[in-house]
């Protein structure tokens, strides 16, 4: 993960995937042509959030926002809209394929949980993704997939994509950034545990699982640690700073 203006590819291309904030203007194409196919750039997409700035922001229907995400300053979608799923395909996803993207990180998969307050809620914004990701497979059938959290819809995802659901990443095991506050924190050991089985009984089921953990960039050591302590779980670790935009470790 790397969603800096400027990444360095040259030393990132030493992962297999790297996802990246597409509004900076890189070639993924040229990426993995120059990288022999062993790299590949993944386009970062908020999926449950509208942030300001995006280049479709003027063209979403206000009916389609229920709120507000005050910490990110984002408007939260409503997903059980029936105009959500063709919006997201055609007004996020197939820019982002006319660039050249073929890989998708699928972020803010649980802001609807920020709104949807009775289980009818829930259950409908549940649905409304779902919508929306099956008919980017229909549309877009050789895409593939790292979701950002959204276990509750994890199985119906995996039976859809099967093995272009690349992976399942969460965010904070051991190191959480703490954006309200600008501060690194340790996770609570009640909250490492839930994540990490949510995280293992994924690994369980075919998917590749990925903890992304957050230390200060001074503290490389701290990185390294927390990349040891999520492999020896059984996971695949990136550490990297609260801004995501330097080189993390990994495996």
Do not use: C
């Amino acid at each position: 993960w790397h969603y800096g203006a400027n990444p360095p590819l040259e030393t990132l291309k030493i992962f297999d995937i790297i996802v990246v904030e597409p509004g900076h203007k890189l070639d993924p194409t040229a990426h993995q042509t120059k990288t022999a196919g062993h790299s590949e750039l993944f386009a970062y997409v908020s999926i449950g959030e509208l942030d300001p700035g995006r280049s479709y922001e003027n063209q979403m229907p206000a009916e389609m926002l229920l709120g507000r995400n005050e910490t990110w300053n984002s408007q939260i979608i409503d997903q059980s809209h029936p105009g959500w799923p063709g919006f997201f395909v055609d007004k996020l996803i197939a820019p982002l394929w006319q660039q050249g993207y073929r890989g998708f990180f699928l972020d803010t998969m649980d802001s609807h949980h920020l709104v949807g307050k009775t289980p009818d809620q829930l259950a409908a914004q549940r649905q409304g993704l779902l919508n929306a990701i099956q008919l980017m497979r229909e549309r877009f059938p050789t895409a593939k997939l790292i979701t950002n959290r959204g276990f509750e819809v994890l199985d119906e995802i995996h039976t859809t994509f099967k093995h272009d659901l690349v992976a399942v990443a969460a965010e904070s095991l051991f190191g959480r950034w703490d954006h309200a506050n600008q501060r690194y924190v340790k996770v609570p050991l009640a909250d490492r545990q839930w994540l990490s089985a949510q995280l293992l009984k994924a690994k369980k089921r075919g998917i590749s699982a990925i903890s992304i953990d957050y230390a200060a960039p001074t503290e490389r050591e701290t990185a390294r640690q927390m990349a040891r302590d999520i492999l020896a779980l059984g996971l695949t670790p990136y550490v990297t700073n609260g801004a995501i935009n330097q080189i993390g470790v990994g495996s």
